[in-house]
C-alpha cells in the first residue's frame, strides 16, 4: 500500500501521467497470456527447449538460438552485437535481448516489428496461419535460417523428434514449421525471473535491499526521474523513445508507414524491461554501452544527440555517490541464474 501512495506522489511531482505509468509490483505469473486458454503439455515445453538448443538451426550447425540466447546471462550473450553464421557470420543490426518475462512483451525487437496476429503462410502446409507475438518471432526467425531446406529435413528422420513431436502435439505429431514456433514460444513462455532482491523488498523483505540500493530506489522514482518510461512489473513502458543515443539506425521510424508517425519515431528504440539488467551488458539498442555505470552517466549528462532525443531526456545533475547508488539499485534487478542446455536429439 505505501509504495502505491509514494509511486503517485512521485509521478505527480514529476509531472508524469499516471496512464502512462503503473506501480512497482512483483510479477504475477497467473497473468500470462497462453494460447488455447492454459499452460501447455509439459511436452510442449521440452520439444520447445530442445528446438532452442539445437544448432543444426542453421546450414553449417554451428549455432542455435541459445547462440545468441544465453541462460547464464538471462538469455543474451554478453556483446555488442551478435553474429549471424547464416549470414557468413556478419554481425546483426542491434543488440541481443534479455528472454527473461518475454512472456509478457505485447511487441517484440528492439523496433517493434513483431506483434500479435501476424499471418503467414508457410511453405511446407501452404496454409494461411496467424500468430501471437511469441510464435511469429519464432517463425520469422527460423524462416530467415532456411529451415525448410536446412532444418526440417535434418530431425525429419531423428526418432526422439518424432517421439517428441508426438507427445506435443497428437494424434498425428506433424513436424512442420508452425508446430515448430509453438513449441519454441512455449518454452520461452517458461522463462520467468521473479526472484531478484527488488522483488523479496516489494513482498516486505526491507533487508533485501541494501541502503545503497535503497538510495538508489529514491533516486530512480525521483530525482532521476528514470520511473517515466521504467515502471511496471517489468519496468518498461513498452513504448518507443529516442534517448539522445548518436544513431544512423531509423528504430521504429522503419515500421511505422505515415509521414507523422516516421517523423515521431525516427531513432527511437522500445524502451528494454530491466529484470535482470545487472547480468545483460553491453547496453542500449547497438550494445555501445559496456556497463551500468556508463549507461548512468549517459543518462545524467542527457544523452549525446540533444538534436533528436525525447523531451523526458535532459541532464539530471547526479553527484558520483547518487549515480552509485542508482547502480546499486540496478543490480538489485538481477537474481542469480541457472545454467542450462539440453542435448540435440540424433545429433
Not at 525471473?193 to 545503497?212: I, T, V
Not at 518507443?240 to 505515415?258: A, I, M, N, W
Request: hydrophobic share 35%; glycine share 8%; aromatic share 10%.
Amino acid at each position: 500500500m505505501w509504495i502505491s501512495i509514494v509511486y503517485s506522489l512521485v509521478l505527480f511531482f514529476l509531472g508524469v501521467p499516471w496512464s502512462q505509468s503503473q506501480p512497482f509490483e512483483p510479477l504475477d505469473r497467473n497473468t500470462i497470456q497462453w494460447p488455447d486458454q492454459g499452460p501447455p503439455k509439459q511436452a510442449l515445453i521440452d520439444l520447445g527447449r530442445h528446438l532452442f538448443f539445437d544448432p543444426r538451426l542453421v546450414e553449417n550447425e554451428q549455432q542455435s538460438c541459445a547462440s545468441c540466447h544465453q541462460p547464464p546471462l538471462a538469455y543474451s550473450d554478453g556483446v555488442a552485437l551478435s553474429v549471424q553464421a547464416h549470414k557468413g557470420w556478419q554481425p546483426t543490426k542491434r543488440n541481443a535481448p534479455s528472454l527473461y518475462n518475454v512472456a509478457w512483451a505485447p511487441v517484440l525487437h528492439w523496433d517493434g516489428r513483431i506483434s500479435d496476429g501476424q499471418c503467414f503462410v508457410p511453405e511446407d502446409t501452404k496454409q494461411t496461419v496467424c500468430l501471437p507475438a511469441l510464435e511469429s518471432q519464432a517463425f520469422e526467425s527460423m524462416r530467415s535460417r532456411q529451415v525448410y531446406t536446412g532444418f526440417l529435413p535434418k530431425i525429419k528422420p531423428v526418432k526422439a523428434y518424432q517421439t517428441m513431436f508426438q507427445q506435443a502435439f497428437p494424434p498425428g505429431g506433424e513436424i512442420t514449421h508452425v508446430h515448430m514456433a509453438r513449441a519454441m514460444a512455449a518454452f520461452e513462455r517458461t522463462l520467468v525471473s521473479d526472484r531478484s532482491p527488488f522483488d523479496r523488498y516489494l513482498q516486505g523483505d526491507r533487508s533485501a535491499l541494501s541502503l545503497a540500493a535503497q538510495r538508489g530506489l529514491e533516486l530512480f522514482s525521483g530525482k532521476a526521474g528514470c520511473i517515466a518510461c521504467h515502471s511496471g512489473p517489468l519496468l518498461t513502458d513498452w513504448g518507443f523513445h529516442h534517448l539522445g543515443l548518436p544513431s544512423e539506425d531509423p528504430g521504429r521510424g522503419e515500421q511505422v508507414h505515415t509521414a507523422a508517425e516516421k517523423q515521431r519515431y525516427h531513432q527511437a528504440f522500445r524502451t528494454p524491461p530491466l529484470r535482470n539488467v545487472g547480468l545483460t551488458a553491453p547496453y542500449m539498442h547497438d550494445g555501445s554501452l559496456g556497463s551500468l555505470e556508463a549507461v548512468v552517466a549517459f543518462y545524467d549528462r542527457g544523452g549525446d544527440d540533444a538534436a533528436h532525443r525525447s523531451p523526458l531526456i535532459h541532464p539530471l545533475g547526479l553527484t558520483l555517490p547518487e549515480q552509485q547508488a542508482l547502480v546499486a539499485f540496478l543490480e538489485s534487478l538481477s537474481e542469480a541464474m541457472p545454467t542450462e542446455s539440453t542435448a540435440s536429439p540424433g545429433r
